[in-house]
């Protein structure tokens, strides 16, 4: 089963087979369309020339890559904060985990690890880092013992409440209704 958080059919089978296009993915899931967010990855290798390499993205010239990021149409909304997160990320991963993005979560003891992992990357809050372990273990396979508590309530079977439960366009559809209620909530709450 791949991913379907692009709405791409190039895009997704990247998130899918490339962990750091994944990664890269859901830091950019913020403040802009998850789609556009997710696709990011694709259009990013297409404008490098190249596969996604932690140690390349690491060693490019910061301004050159948020060059690169501000093509238009650009990567992201804010572009050269995006570009310095993702170079950041890619330090992480050649830092911490010998360049294979994918160990930030094969090598995790248990979900409380690999929430602790997910959060400490550059772009991710405690609550991005449950949607991101959800997404994992609901789609990937990737089962740490206990990840669905460390998650909660994002790996709870049958929610829609994040981009951990899309897998086509009906599930995006309840996603979406889901968020534009909580927005509608916390505006009342707040009025």
Same mark, same amino acid.
Not at 18 to 32: E, R
Not at 165 to 176: E, F, L, M, N, T
């Given at each position: 089963?791949?991913?379907?958080?692009?709405?791409? @059919?190039?895009?997704?089978?990247?998130?899918?087979?490339?962990?750091?296009?994944?990664?890269?993915?859901?830091?950019?899931?913020?403040?802009? #369309?998850?789609? &556009?967010?997710?696709?990011?990855?694709?259009?990013?290798?297409?404008?490098? *020339?190249?596969?996604? @390499?932690?140690? +390349?993205?690491?060693?490019?010239?910061?301004?050159?890559?948020?060059?690169?990021?501000?093509?238009?149409? %650009? !990567?992201?909304?804010?572009?050269?904060?995006?570009?310095?997160?993702?170079?950041?990320?890619?330090?992480?991963?050649? +830092?911490?985990?010998?360049? @294979?993005?994918?160990?930030?979560?094969?090598?995790?003891?248990?979900?409380?690890?690999?929430? /602790? &992992? $997910?959060?400490?990357?550059?772009?991710?809050?405690?609550?991005?880092?449950?949607?991101? $372990?959800?997404? !994992? *273990?609901?789609? !990937?396979?990737? /089962?740490? #013992?206990?990840?669905?508590?460390?998650?909660?309530?994002?790996?709870?079977?049958?929610?829609?409440?994040? $981009?951990? +439960?899309? $897998?086509?366009?009906?599930?995006? +559809?309840?996603?979406?209704?889901?968020? /534009?209620?909580?927005?509608?909530? %916390? /505006?009342?709450?707040?009025?």
């Amino acid at each position: 089963m791949g991913l379907h958080l692009s709405q791409i @059919d190039e895009a997704d089978e990247l998130l899918t087979n490339d962990p750091l296009a994944l990664l890269i993915g859901m830091v950019l899931d913020q403040q802009i #369309p998850l789609e &556009r967010a997710f696709a990011a990855p694709l259009e990013l290798t297409r404008r490098l *020339g190249r596969s996604l @390499d932690p140690a +390349d993205l690491a060693a490019m010239n910061p301004d050159e890559l948020a060059a690169t990021f501000s093509i238009q149409p %650009a !990567l992201h909304r804010f572009p050269a904060a995006m570009a310095q997160r993702t170079q950041k990320l890619c330090q992480i991963v050649i +830092d911490s985990y010998d360049g @294979d993005a994918a160990r930030v979560w094969t090598t995790a003891a248990d979900g409380r690890d690999l929430l /602790k &992992r $997910v959060a400490a990357l550059p772009g991710f809050g405690m609550q991005k880092a449950k949607i991101f $372990v959800a997404l !994992l *273990g609901k789609q !990937l396979g990737v /089962k740490a #013992p206990g990840w669905r508590e460390a998650t909660a309530p994002f790996g709870e079977t049958g929610s829609y409440l994040s $981009v951990a +439960d899309i $897998v086509d366009q009906q599930s995006r +559809d309840k996603v979406r209704e889901y968020k /534009k209620q909580m927005k509608a909530a %916390a /505006k009342a709450q707040a009025g």
